[in-house]
């Protein structure tokens, strides 16, 4: 699979923003999407995450709140909706997916779209 992500920009803290990661090939359905995020001169973080159904959802506790992870399977396409967002979230966000369980690291990654999140 092949993940698009976009949806980034320039914010002022309290404001929202949607991303978006568009999926190419089939069988979107069996793939565990999540989000992640790294921020300038910090390692990677997990942000989100969302089964293959959409019927399960996980945060990190920074994010937890203020942001959702959804899907559509029809669409191809999951979503991170991020309301109250503070300079802190500024990063480099990411979608992955992977087709094995929970367990496993996300193997399929997207090339990141940068959120600007200003004070």
């Known amino acids: 699979v092949q993940l698009q992500a976009s949806g980034g920009g320039l914010v002022q803290a309290g404001g929202s923003l949607r991303l978006s990661c568009a999926a190419s090939?089939?069988?979107?359905?069996?793939?565990?999407m999540g989000w992640f995020r790294q921020a300038p001169g910090k390692e990677r973080e997990f942000v989100a995450a969302?089964?293959?159904?959409?019927?399960?959802?996980y945060y990190a506790d920074s994010v937890k709140g203020r942001f959702t992870i959804s899907r559509d399977n029809t669409k191809n396409t999951v979503w991170l909706q991020m309301n109250s967002l503070k300079p802190e979230d500024t990063a480099v966000y990411y979608c992955?997916?992977?087709?094995?369980?929970?367990?496993?690291?996300?193997?399929?990654w997207g090339q990141g779209t940068l959120v600007t999140v200003s004070s």
């Open positions: 090939g089939r069988a979107f359905s069996s793939y565990r």
């Open positions: 969302i089964s293959w159904s959409g019927g399960s959802t």
């Open positions: 992955a997916g992977d087709q094995r369980g929970w367990g496993s690291q996300f193997y399929y």
